[in-house]
């Protein structure tokens, strides 16, 4: 090989040894920082592979629990009876598996409008005592209204869609509340938490569903128990058996010894995951999920002679708007504009919040008391303006 081939190859190849220096300087900071490379939801670390194992043993002593939640092959993981210490916080969930200690009768007393609230973590009231949940403010102010709290922790509307399938509309409410924490859109195409939150180790495996058309179809968990779970991440099957209809899977770089590669994947995959990017994707499989699941509830709760209303509340981060104009620049106002196309009812629970503190009346990622006594006189006065209740 000629020697002006053999220098020019030297030197190709010292700029790309540079090349990949520099990205795995820029690697290794991500990672030092917290970050988390792909392939998600990877055990095969040894700290994560203990803590798994750890976990594995905990389980077969007390099968299928977590602190305040248990394994259920409907939903992934539901609220247990009993009560509950959490952050230092008090949780009790009565029999039906509702927050409070409260027990309701098959149907409320005369002249009492039922309310059922339906949603994730700001539903539930997650970091305050009970009581102190919007749901249970409105239900001790008012005589009138008695207020069933469904929401359960870590969920999305599609496993709150199956328990108003399953429970909701046996309670015969007059009204149906359904809570949407705005950051919880990638939850409704997510399979196996670990792959829509890196950073999170919960082992929490949830039904899905899937459009055929406008047609809603569902994509059930397929594990019987917390254990199989368990053991599948153990054994490295648990995301062979997911990866079908898991929107977040398939983020493993193209040369997994290149740091430049990797990077380049770890980019995409966490703009994949970033919650405005996925408001602005309308045509995307989240956005439109979840459209369709936000019609299908609030078309059932009608059919079945209760007036629906989603809430939608706000995160953490997310008050940075002025709030002269948030209601025109906020990211999910594609998500409002949808909602207002298909004539469903919602609450923008922003501006109500921005105005009387925003970040100020949280805790450490939820509404705290304040904040949820805020929300509750704004629903309350909802309640109260319906043609219906007067």
Avoid at 297 to 311: D, I, K, N, S
Wanted: with cysteine; net charge negative.
């Amino acid at each position: 090989m000629p020697v002006r081939a053999l220098i020019c190859l030297a030197l190709l190849g010292a700029t790309l040894l540079g090349i990949e220096w520099h990205y795995g300087r820029e690697l290794a900071a991500f990672q030092g920082a917290g970050g988390v490379l792909p392939p998600f939801a990877d055990h095969r670390s040894p700290g994560r592979l203990e803590a798994l194992r750890a976990k594995i043993e905990l389980n077969r002593q007390e099968p299928n629990t977590s602190p305040k939640g248990a394994f259920d092959q409907r939903y992934g993981w539901i609220n247990r009876p009993g009560n509950f210490q959490e952050q230092g916080n008090k949780y009790a969930i009565n029999s039906i598996g509702a927050r409070g200690w409260l027990e309701f009768a098959e149907e409320p007393a005369e002249g009492v409008h039922r309310v059922i609230c339906l949603g994730d973590s700001f539903t539930y009231g997650s970091e305050v005592r009970d009581g102190q949940d919007w749901p249970s403010v409105i239900d001790q102010g008012s005589e009138e209204f008695e207020v069933i709290n469904l929401g359960v922790g870590g969920w999305a509307l599609d496993q709150s869609y199956l328990r108003w399938q399953d429970q909701g509309q046996h309670l015969e409410p007059d009204v149906v509340l359904i809570g949407m924490f705005i950051g919880s859109i990638g939850r409704h195409v997510n399979r196996f938490r670990p792959l829509l939150y890196p950073n999170d180790d919960t082992p929490a495996v949830k039904p899905r569903f899937r459009l055929e058309g406008k047609q809603l179809v569902l994509v059930p968990q397929p594990f019987t128990s917390r254990l199989a779970v368990l053991e599948a991440w153990e054994a490295g099957t648990l995301l062979d058996t997911l990866e079908e209809h898991e929107f977040f899977a398939g983020d493993r770089p193209a040369l997994g010894w290149s740091n430049l590669s990797t990077l380049l994947a770890s980019r995409r995959a966490h703009q994949r995951r970033d919650v405005p990017h996925i408001y602005a994707e309308e045509d995307g499989e989240p956005f439109k999920v979840t459209v369709a699941l936000c019609r299908a509830l609030t078309a059932e709760a009608r059919a079945a002679g209760a007036e629906p209303l989603v809430l939608l509340f706000p995160r953490k981060d997310d008050f940075v708007y002025d709030l002269a104009s948030w209601e025109e620049s906020a990211y999910w106002r594609t998500l409002t504009r949808a909602l207002d196309a298909e004539s469903i009812p919602y609450l923008d629970l922003y501006g109500l919040v921005a105005a009387a503190g925003g970040a100020q009346l949280y805790g450490r990622e939820h509404l705290d008391a304040a904040g949820n006594a805020l929300v509750a006189g704004r629903v309350a006065a909802w309640l109260a303006e319906r043609p219906s209740s007067h």
